[in-house]
């Protein structure tokens, strides 16, 4: 043990290798307990929220707080690493390995005759190669179920397109949406044992169908659902201090005397 330590200032190691190597010595009798007590489900939450402060880091722009969630994550990926490689199952170069040769398999035309294609003829192409060369059983497979629902909604209809099963433009979905939303309409107006169920399933195509909407204008509905909660979040918080300044509370306003300073925030910005 003395000698893994001794080996962390050893010049001739990159960062990388020097992580995994402080996980090594993190993982060993004499590393830490926690560590040690930990195996892949264990980790999963602090794999999630790591990824998830990667996507807070890019979506508020900051490139050192990006650099930081990074070398999170990757913390989180050598561990995992550490793990299988104790198991005598693989190392985080064998990991490595995997996706250089899914990245050059999946890009012919650049490793292979070169081509210009444009991003979404990459994109389509991409989901093709993985059913084709048999890497997928099927087109919509490997979607994580945790995955929320959302992105999952968008990522089904992104790998359908990709196999040639989409609607020719935006136009097209959008009287889809009003098609939908005319449904959940009827469903709404309708009565018996099963309406909650029906609604259930026509809210669930709107969404759908929102989400779909949303890929062929190229805007992430994710990204684009977070960004609108923001914005109720910080004017109705604006809301809530203005009734709150007034000396009054929620219940002393009617809505339309809330809505008023509602649209008065929202002219203001």
């Not at 926690?34 to 722009?61: C, F, G, M, S």
């Not at 989180?76 to 550490?82: G, K, P, V, Y």
């Not at 035309?109 to 444009?118: C, N, S, T």
């Amino acid at each position: 043990m003395t000698d893994l330590k001794a080996r962390l200032y050893d010049n001739d190691l990159t960062p990388v290798e020097r992580l995994c190597l402080v996980m090594e010595i993190l993982r060993s009798p004499v590393g830490c307990n926690w560590d040690r007590a930990q195996d892949h489900r264990t980790l999963l939450p602090y794999l999630i929220e790591e990824t998830y402060e990667v996507v807070e880091a890019i979506e508020a722009d900051d490139p050192e707080a990006l650099k930081e969630e990074l070398g999170d994550l990757l913390c989180q990926i050598a561990f995992h690493a550490q793990l299988a490689r104790e198991k005598g199952q693989f190392d985080v170069n064998d990991a490595a390995a995997v996706i250089v040769d899914k990245l050059v398999r999946r890009h012919p035309h650049v490793f292979g005759e070169r081509k210009d294609l444009a991003p979404q003829e990459v994109r389509d192409q991409w989901e093709k190669i993985k059913t084709t060369s048999g890497e997928k059983d099927s087109v919509l497979s490997g979607l994580p179920k945790s995955m929320p629902a959302l992105t999952m909604a968008y990522r089904i209809g992104e790998k359908a397109g990709g196999v040639g099963f989409d609607w020719h433009s935006v136009e097209d979905v959008l009287r889809k949406v009003d098609e939908e939303l005319a449904e959940l309409r009827v469903e709404l107006a309708s009565e018996g044992q099963e309406r909650m169920a029906r609604l259930t399933d026509e809210v669930g195509d709107l969404l759908f169908a929102v989400a779909s909407a949303a890929r062929k204008m190229g805007v992430e509905p994710e990204s684009a659902l977070k960004l609108a909660l923001a914005k109720f979040t910080e004017r109705f918080n604006r809301l809530e201090n203005e009734v709150r300044s007034s000396g009054g509370t929620f219940d002393d306003y009617s809505l339309e005397q809330l809505e008023v300073i509602w649209q008065r925030n929202k002219s203001n910005g």
